[in-house]
């Protein structure tokens, strides 16, 4: 039986032809294939050791990487937890919006689809320099193959019954003349039921619960749910799934000895249906045992050890967590410049007030702490990084508040105060107040993130040591430029300033066509000609 929503989309898509580049690099160390782009990539760094004097000695370090990158676009599904959300609905109508070319009218006028807000759709990358020394940009969606984000397949669960029609006219978000046109079609997408843990999100959430997965035995949950995106796959003559988690803040997992501490336990904690395994793990592991990829939009710790254990034991994609989009991406890069600038941030305090359903389950305290947590690491790296600032654990006073207004809806204001010391004793105090819609800045991001883990599922490497190519880490922290406390592997240092994210992606995608990392020293422009 096919699954809800199947006869909506052209099942008769095949898998796109390799497009022809937009560029090629000329150089041997890169080859096009009509399968792949190979590429040899010297991978540069400085090894730092420190003395017993405390001076230091850097060394240059070279180690020769060599990457293969699927050029065929595969057609891929997007999966969304929370798919009748304000998130999910929203995107939703938006690339219906692209795929029928519709404008709609508003007192400012006509407003035609656009994807403002996306890194991988919206942004450009310096490719590099003409003869006469003056930089060259294009679209950051053309450095390679990606996936075109008007052609993803749509689909998800939720608690709620809701079509997604409703739920769009529900989240208020988009303008009445684009509802009006894409209500129809939207009216026949109804969401796959969901798995319900009343513990796990707030009480006020209990009247949307009523499309649910029957009974309380998670793993018949975990192979239900495994069952939807088999089905999903198959009835939409899909190539890859991609699933992303949407739906409301959990609160914290206890993290519990022989529960959740490792990949056996936590299974073993599944078939007995453990307390203390949270929906969004139930998700995490349906599709880690089915090989697609998982990501958390939500700050709560889906990923507890066992979990992240258990996607390296099956070498599955996972990546998380919470969706960085308005207050905590300008506090990362606000926070990187003032710190960069030799300006020392001591206080930071972040208000916000919403009146949308993430607002409302936020009221309750325990899904705030979850939200708390993801806020307020996000400036530890940048205090860290400069020792002339910050003693050794010293750090800015960091405050996040957020309050549940209904009337306001999905517009959220955020309020922010940053309280620095400046020269010879002096203050200064930056505020900053935005207003933004909430679901206008997190749907672009669920765009990046599945367009980014699409392409992580093409892209291999190898090193000198190695006799055949791999995957990369399961846990993707290529993604962190779009999520608020990122995920990184076992050991490795957590990177949240915003220009260093970005500029991550932007080199690791220059490696795979065989490109030198972007630099600013504008050599030829500061010497003797």
């Known amino acids: 039986m096919a699954p809800p929503n199947a006869e909506l989309y052209n099942n008769n898509s095949t898998t796109a032809a390799a497009a022809a580049p937009l560029f090629k690099v000329a150089s041997s160390n890169v ?16 090894l730092v050791t420190k003395q017993a004097d405390g001076s230091f000695v850097a060394q240059p370090t070279e180690t020769t990487y060599e990457f293969k990158t699927e050029r065929t676009v595969p057609r891929v599904g997007l999966m969304m937890v929370g798919w009748g959300g304000n998130n999910g609905s929203t995107l939703t109508a938006s690339i219906l919006a692209h795929k029928h070319n519709l404008t709609w009218r508003t007192k400012a006028g006509v407003h035609t689809p656009n994807y403002f807000g996306s890194v991988t759709q919206a942004s450009t990358v310096r490719l590099g320099v003409d003869a006469q020394g003056n930089d060259i940009y294009i679209p950051l969606s053309q450095m390679l193959p990606l996936v075109n984000p008007t052609d993803l397949v749509l689909g998800g669960w939720d608690i709620s019954s809701k079509n997604l029609a409703d739920s769009m006219e529900r989240a208020k978000v988009l303008e009445y003349d684009l509802q009006r046109q894409v209500r129809d079609e939207m ?15 707030a009480a006020n959430q209990s009247d949307r619960a009523d499309n649910l997965i029957p009974g309380q035995d998670k793993r018949a ?21 991609i699933v ?9 997992a206890e993290l519990v000895d022989g529960v959740n501490d490792t990949a056996d336990n936590f299974l073993a904690a599944v078939n007995a249906s453990h307390d203390e395994i949270a929906p969004s793990s139930i998700f ?18 889906t990923f507890v050890p066992g979990l992240i254990e258990l996607a390296e034991r099956h070498r599955a994609f996972i990546g998380g967590d919470d969706f960085k989009s308005g207050q905590t991406k300008f506090k990362s890069a606000l926070v990187d ?26 009221s309750s305290h325990k899904q705030f702490r979850s939200k708390e947590i993801s806020k307020s690491t996000v400036v530890d790296d940048m205090v860290a990084a400069n020792d002339i600032l910050y003693k050794k654990d010293e750090h800015p006073d960091h405050t996040v508040v957020i ?88 050991g490795t240092p957590v990177v949240n300033a915003l220009g260093r994210q970005r500029t991550a992606i932007e080199n690791i995608f220059r490696a795979c066509v065989g490109l030198a990392p972007n630099n600013d020293m504008g050599l030829e422009h500061k010497i003797w000609q």
């Open 403 to 490: 309050k549940y207004v209904p009337s306001v809806g999905d517009s959220k204001r955020a309020l922010d105060e940053y309280e620095c010391d400046i020269f010879m004793g002096g203050r200064q105090s930056i505020s900053v107040y935005n207003i933004c819609e909430d679901s206008l800045l997190a749907s672009p991001l669920i765009i990046d993130l599945v367009v980014m883990t699409e392409l992580m599922t093409r892209l291999q490497y190898k090193t000198g040591e190695m006799t055949k190519f791999s995957g990369f880490h399961s846990v993707l922290s290529i993604l962190s430029y779009m999520l608020k406390a990122p995920m990184v592997t076992a």
């Open 187 to 201: 009216a026949g997408m109804v969401p796959l039921p969901s798995i319900y843990y009343p513990d796990f999100i």
């Open 31 to 46: 080859q096009y294939t009509e399968e792949h782009i190979l590429s040899k990539y010297a991978y540069a760094n400085t």
């Open 337 to 362: 410049f003032l710190v960069n600038a030799g300006i020392k941030p001591v206080a930071i305090t972040s208000y916000n007030h919403l009146g949308n359903n993430d607002g409302k389950n936020l």
């Open 284 to 301: 995490a592991l349906a599709c880690i045992e089915e090989g697609t990829p998982f990501i958390n939009g939500s700050p709560q710790n």
């Open 221 to 241: 949950h975990v192979e239900q749910i495994r069952k939807d995106i088999r089905d999903f796959k198959t009835a939409n003559g899909l190539d890859k799934v």
């Open 244 to 252: 992303i988690w949407t739906a409301n803040t959990e609160r914290y």
